[in-house]
């Protein structure tokens, strides 16, 4: 175990090996008594089986501390436009998929709707 105080640091490699290890687990009691040997807590377990099904074996690598580098305004721009067309992109999906809805729609509410012939010779929809 590490000096009280000491934040430990996994690598990539421990933290793949005890997921697979925790997978492998069968029996009642198993996974805790992993836990307790290793000593972690079972939110960190959870959290690396998370972002090993979401990102694969090298979001396990970690990051690096500190604040992100700063971005010039260029790169602001750029960013700032590819949200925007990816929103753009997203509302241009919607729409078609609604024209489209209306497309297969329309037959139907064609033969639902009736036409009578009013006294003055007009047609009119039937409610």
């Not at 990539?12 to 009691?29: F, N, S, W």
């Not at 396990?60 to 501390?65: E, F, N, V």
């Not at 036409?115 to 007009?122: F, L, N």
């Amino acid at each position: 175990m590490p000096k009280p105080g000491k934040r430990r640091k996994f690598s990539a490699a421990e933290k793949l090996r005890i997921v697979r290890e925790a997978a492998a687990c069968t029996q009642r009691g198993d996974i805790e008594a992993l836990l307790r040997r290793e000593g972690i807590y079972s939110s960190l377990l959870t959290a690396w089986r998370k972002q090993l099904a979401l990102h694969g074996s090298e979001a396990l690598a970690g990051r690096k501390p500190g604040r992100k580098p700063k971005q010039d305004a260029k790169d602001r721009r750029i960013a700032e436009l590819e949200k925007r067309s990816a929103r753009l992109e997203e509302k241009l999906a919607l729409a078609e998929k609604l024209i489209d809805l209306q497309k297969k729609s329309l037959p139907f509410w064609a033969s639902t709707s009736r036409t009578t012939k009013s006294a003055d010779g007009r047609h009119r929809r039937a409610r």
